[in-house]
């Protein structure tokens, strides 16, 4: 385990959990920003997939790579390499980005699944910041879009204060943010929006209902930037959408 | 008397005598005889030959021509004086709308040619139909090759300032249309769109999977798959519980998947290709839609201008092909720096090389350094990154570019002393239109990628202005010169002195007075600045035109009148300001003198001496010119070899110098030796003398050396002597006449005067006189005299103080005269030769 700076103590952190397959600087980026926004200690784990690992070991297993489509042998000892250096990355991204803003950071690397992050007792944390693999390598416009941020579950001060920071964010003076509350009664019959300033920002809302929204997650992953979900979501539905979220995802209590 | 270059010496009568003696072979001889009456009449007589008052010695200027008290009254003179011709011509030049009339303004320094020239020039009608802006653009095409742009005069500006108020509003509104809701929405849709279809095979690829028992997981670099089961990976283990069939089932299932993989995997450039060119077309379409509203008004605006309409339609094609550079950065915001950012666009630059927002009338343009560059115009470069780089805002204008449409004066020696620059002004002249090209690039001295700006027509009247040796050098050198410069306009030196032009001078010492802002001048100080003229003329009957001249000497007296606090410049002032001019340049001839007044070089003010006169030179230095005197010297023996100039042997005599020796040698063949040959070996040379000699004014005293020397006849050393002479004897008129008699009156008055002195001028010098006042006032006082003779015989008269006498019917001359002496010596080397002839002869049988 390394560490940055000295551990405030604090009860409440940020927890930022990558996996090899989801790492990425603006994920590092974004759990910095939560951290500094809320004077917490940040704290990264790096997940060594156990699945990638288990069928590694198989005698059918081979890697297509993504950038040429080719095929290529794998090894359990060239995957952990990969895995190693890929985690340092990670913490070398960590230590930059997290000494930028002078936020206390700790890093460690650990073997499980990250759907299993839940259970982990290192994984509590008032924030958890999942990164999600991005929709592979499809370019990004120069010039972005409202940022779409997806609220999912009860409001917490927790989930009021990752938007507030999320909105804070340079760039994202647009939004467009989409409600979906888990304890609306029936949500709201279609889709509805409207738009208001919150804040400094101009701010388009909408509101979905869970058939509405995984509706919309089956059709495309990609669909929002961000996504805010309460940690009290049923593990089951957390997984699942999840699953399909290929943006940051942070969870809060 | 013979006189007026009468051609009595060829006239005669041949006849043939027989000399000789016993033993002796006669020798035909062959003799001129003159018909005695004739001889009588034309042949010098022994006279007195009277010397010059002191009055003939200075033209004083008449003041009753003066009709003024101080010039503030007097009109100032708007035409230059005397130079008639020259305006004439120029006005002719200048009017004259043909090809290759351009002009030659031709005369010494200091005239006024470029004054004059400027002063029509500029009193021209206001003809602006030929001025025109002149702007290089961006050539979007080719950018190495720059557009040029004839627009209306201040045009020029305009569009400069428009293109940048275009480029500002570009990079205000296209980020905005970026940013508009339209915009995004419709970007993100064609993001989301291919995402979705991206996505969506990646997950009907992990539903096939899944349905089939097999996982897909993430690599660092990749994807693999393997067999599951309860939603997790098999391990090892387990997979070897397996039975072939399982596993050979396994690794199909695979196989075909990563097909699939591998399929959906290579499709991803694709849809990057294809997002990219949607998008381009839609930020093209977006940018269309702005720059064509932005650019619409400017159309409006300069519809009559089909250059610019053009230019324009250019200007659209590039801005919405190139929208990416109108946007902000990625993280800054759009509004930040916009007017800096105007400064990067460089394509979109007017580079307005002519100007003619506030210019009236045509052209005229004086272009002082007159080099290649600075006529033809040149392409700078900056240094970015080590590396030197240009565009077609760094095109720098010439001189021909600014007088396109009207004048281009230049001084013809500085255009002549800068590489090439005549060349090249020629060229643009000849082909008429004006191409940028470096020096190096016309040499093929360097072979980089440069620009090739786009040539500009011109029609250019040049004006040359130089001096008359410069044009015709050009005119003989240059065979290309008569059709670029059809007409030249001749600056007249000096002008006829009478009571018109030195009104007129008076009117022009006004004008010159007021235009320096100096005092103005009386009466008396006009009229000596008038005879100071005839002065730098050389000339007491005409008035010098060199009025820079005229200018520092109105300065000068200026300066003297205000240390004496006085509002009117006087003749004292002017008295002061020549004398102390000639002070303070006087240094070298002073030194001279005190060489002289030591010993150190060698020149008699008395005495007599044999085959020694003193001649007469003038010296120059620093713009100062004096005189100075010279000794010449000369030998004479039996010999065959002729006269030797010494100073041609040396190399150190000009052509003429040699010229004048030759024509005095004819002299004395003809004169002394004309029916014998004359057995002489004679030499001349300038004593201490050590630089060039040049010129035929000493060729009198060379004469007279000779003479002396032949005939043994000592020559007075008071008297010192200038003129040329021509084979019949007569003497001809020299210049410097005023500086050769006060460089030897100089010197005598520092020895002391003994009324013996004087100098000896050719007659037709008379009318040149104009005297120092210390040489009038000792040629009154008869301590002095200047005597102005027709004929070297006077001049023999004159230094030896013996009569030429008249040459009797038998063909002598009397005993007294030094023509007897120099006939004696002339027999007698004759008969040496003779017997040197004979003895020779003897020895041979």
């Known amino acids: ?253 | 008397m013979i006189a007026g270059g009468d051609t009595v010496s060829a006239i005669g009568i041949l006849e043939s005598v027989a000399v000789g003696g016993p033993g002796i072979s006669p020798i035909l001889l062959i003799q001129v005889r003159f018909p005695v009456g004739l001889m009588r009449e034309t042949e010098p007589m022994s006279k007195k030959i009277p010397s010059l008052k002191h009055t003939a010695l200075y033209t004083t200027c008449d003041l009753k021509w003066l009709d003024f008290t101080t010039t503030q009254e007097t009109e100032p003179l708007e035409q230059p004086l005397g130079q008639e011709r020259a305006l004439e011509a120029i006005e002719f030049a200048v009017d004259i709308e043909q090809q290759g009339f351009n002009l030659f303004v031709v005369g010494d320094p200091g005239l006024g040619k470029q004054e004059l020239v400027q002063q029509i020039l500029s009193q021209r009608a206001l003809d602006t139909d030929s001025r025109w802006d002149w702007c290089y653009v961006n050539n979007f095409s080719n950018p190495q090759k720059p557009r040029v742009l004839r627009l209306p005069p201040g045009m020029g500006q305009k569009l400069r300032l428009d293109m940048e108020s275009l480029v500002e509003d570009l990079l205000t509104s296209l980020p905005s249309s970026f940013q508009s809701d339209e915009y995004r929405n419709r970007r993100q849709e064609i993001e989301q769109e291919l995402r979705e279809r991206q996505e969506k095979a990646f997950r009907n690829l992990d539903r096939e999977a899944e349905e089939k028992g097999i996982i897909v997981i993430r690599t660092p670099g990749g994807y693999t798959m393997g067999p599951m089961a309860d939603g997790k990976p098999l391990d090892q283990q387990q997979f070897a519980k397996l039975s072939a069939e399982e596993r050979q089932h396994i690794e199909e299932l695979i196989a075909e998947l990563q097909q699939d993989l591998q399929a959906i995997i290579r499709d991803i450039p694709l849809v990057e290709r294809e997002h990219h060119q949607r998008v381009k077309a839609l930020n093209q379409e977006i940018t269309r839609l702005t720059v064509e509203q932005l650019i619409a008004w400017m159309e409006n605006s300069y519809r009559n201008q089909p250059q610019i309409m053009e230019y324009l339609s250019e200007v659209k094609e590039n801005a919405i092909k190139n929208v990416d550079a109108f946007l902000p950065a990625e993280g800054t915001r759009e509004a930040d720096n916009i007017a800096s950012r105007v400064a990067e666009f460089h394509a979109y630059s007017i580079n307005v090389i002519v100007d003619n927002s506030d210019s009236e009338g045509p052209a005229i343009v004086f272009e002082d350094n007159p080099s290649y560059q600075s006529l033809i115009g040149r392409v700078e470069y900056v240094s970015q990154m080590g590396t030197l780089i240009t565009d077609f805002t760094l095109i720098k204008p010439g001189a021909l570019h600014r007088a396109n449409g009207g004048f281009l004066v230049l001084d013809a020696h500085k255009l002549l002393t800068h590489g090439f620059a005549w060349e090249g002004l020629k060229r643009a002249l000849k082909s008429r239109e004006l191409k940028i090209q470096s020096l190096e690039q016309m040499l093929s001295l360097v072979n980089t990628v440069s620009l090739e700006p786009e040539a500009i027509p011109i029609d250019v009247k040049l004006i040359l202005t130089g001096e008359p040796r410069l044009y015709q050098l050009l005119r003989t050198y240059d065979h290309e010169f008569d059709q670029l410069f059809k007409v030249s306009a001749d600056f007249a030196r000096s002008t006829r002195r009478d009571a018109g032009s030195v009104q007129q001078y008076a009117r022009m010492v006004s004008a010159l007075q007021r235009d320096r802002g100096a005092r103005p001048l009386d009466k008396a100080s006009v009229g000596r600045v008038i005879e100071e003229a005839s002065r730098t003329a050389g000339d007491g009957e005409r008035l010098s035109l060199r009025l820079d001249d005229m200018r520092d000497l109105l300065s000068e007296a200026d300066y003297w009148a205000g240390k004496g606090d006085r509002e009117v410049i006087e003749l004292a002032d002017i008295e002061l300001a020549i004398a102390k001019r000639q002070h303070r340049q006087d240094q070298y001839r002073e030194l001279l003198q005190e060489q002289v007044l030591r010993g150190i070089r060698l020149i008699d003010t008395e005495g007599a001496r044999v085959a020694q006169v003193n001649a007469l030179s003038v010296l120059e230095a620093a713009g100062y010119r004096f005189g100075q005197a010279s000794r010449i010297t000369a030998t004479a023996r039996l010999g065959r070899s002729g006269i030797v100039d010494i100073e041609r042997e040396a190399k150190l005599g000009g052509e003429i110098h040699s010229k004048g020796v030759m024509i005095l040698s004819s002299y004395l063949a003809g004169r002394y030796a004309s029916d014998q040959p004359l057995p002489l070996a004679a030499s001349l040379a300038f004593e201490q003398s050590y630089g060039m000699v040049d010129g035929d004014s000493a060729s009198a005293a060379e004469l007279c050396a000779l003479l002396s020397a032949i005939g043994e006849v000592p020559l007075r050393q008071s008297l010192a002597v200038t003129g040329s002479i021509n084979q019949l004897g007569e003497i001809q008129a020299v210049g410097g006449v005023n500086e050769k008699i006060e460089g030897f009156f100089e010197l005598c008055d520092a020895r002391g005067l003994s009324g013996d002195q004087g100098v000896i001028i050719p007659a037709a010098n008379r009318a040149h006189l104009m005297l120092h006042k210390d040489v009038r006032e000792a040629v009154k006082e008869g301590e002095f005299d200047v005597y102005p003779v027709e004929r070297v015989e006077e001049v023999m008269q004159l230094l030896s103080g013996l009569p030429p006498g008249a040459v009797n019917s038998r063909g002598n001359y009397p005993r007294k005269s030094f023509n007897y002496r120099i006939q004696k010596r002339i027999e007698k080397l004759q008969k040496l030769q003779r017997q040197v002839s004979k003895s020779a002869g003897n020895k041979k049988s």
């Open chain 1, 1 to 253: 385990m390394t560490t940055g700076q000295s551990n405030n103590g604090g009860k409440h952190k940020v927890l930022l959990a990558a996996d090899a397959g989801s790492y990425s600087v603006t994920t590092v980026s974004l759990a910095v920003a939560m951290a500094a926004s809320t004077n917490t200690l940040l704290q990264g784990l790096f997940i060594e997939d156990e699945d990638l690992l288990q069928v590694t070991g198989l005698p059918c297993s081979r890697e297509i790579t993504l950038t040429t489509a080719t095929e290529r042998p794998l090894s359990i000892d060239q995957v952990q390499r990969s895995l190693q250096l890929v985690a340092r990355q990670f913490e070398q991204t960590l230590q930059r980005e997290a000494q930028a803003l002078k936020v206390a950071w700790s890093c460690e690397t650990v073997r499980g699944r990250v759907r299993d992050i839940g259970s982990m007792p290192k994984a509590e944390a008032t924030y958890t910041i999942f990164a999600r693999p991005v929709s592979n390598r499809l370019p990004f416009g120069r010039i972005a879009g409202a940022r779409k941020i997806l609220v999912l579950g009860n409001e917490s001060p927790y989930q009021q204060q990752a938007l507030d920071m999320l909105l804070r964010r340079p760039g994202h003076e647009r939004a467009e943010l989409t409600f979906c509350d888990g304890n609306r009664e029936g949500g709201v019959s279609s889709e509805e929006s409207q738009r208001i300033r919150y804040r400094d920002n101009e701010v388009r809302l909408i509101e979905l209902n869970r058939d509405q929204l995984f509706a919309r997650l089956s059709e495309v992953g990609s669909a929002f930037d961000y996504a805010i979900i309460s940690r009290r979501e049923n593990a089951e539905d957390l997984w699942l959408i999840l699953g399909m979220l290929r943006c940051p995802v942070i969870l809060v209590d």
